[in-house]
Nanobody
Framework: QVQLVESGGGLVQAGGSLRLSCAASGRTFSSYSMGWFRQAPGKEREFVARITWRGGRRDYADSVKGRFTISRDDAKNTVYLQMNSLKPEDTAVYYC??????????????????WGQGTQVTVSS
């Protein structure tokens, strides 16, 4: 099991930036990759970005490419999501997730095994 705790959310104006953190603990060695998802009111949870622990492979949703950057700090067992040029449509609860196995379907929430509680990001227009 992996325990995940997100932080760094808040209220920001459009065009601003936020940096989210996801601190992982427990059996982190069992995780293959870490991902960020978000869920806006009335919508399904959607994929944002992911990074693999071993190779640092990064993947992004088309909606955030060029604006968001996922990164990791192995020593701290922490994954970050740097969000720049934020838009009102980025408003959502952001969740950190861990996947135990390789998957070509990393955009699917069902591919992940452990989840954090989420952190609210609100972007005003």
């Amino acid at each position: 099991q992996v325990q995940l705790v997100e932080s760094g959310g808040g209220l920001v104006q459009a065009g601003g930036s936020l940096r989210l953190s996801c601190a992982a603990s427990g059996r982190t060695f069992s995780s293959y990759s870490m991902g960020w998802f978000r869920q806006a009111p009335g919508k399904e949870r959607e994929f944002v970005a992911r990074i693999t622990w071993r190779g640092g492979r990064r993947d992004y949703a088309d909606s955030v490419k060029g604006r968001f950057t996922i990164s990791r700090d192995d020593a701290k067992n922490t994954v970050y999501l740097q969000m720049n040029s934020l838009k009102p449509e980025d408003t959502a609860v952001y969740y950190c997730a861990a996947s135990r196995s390789f998957s070509l379907s990393f955009q699917w929430a069902q591919s992940y095994d452990d989840w954090g509680q989420g952190t609210q990001v609100t972007v005003s227009s």
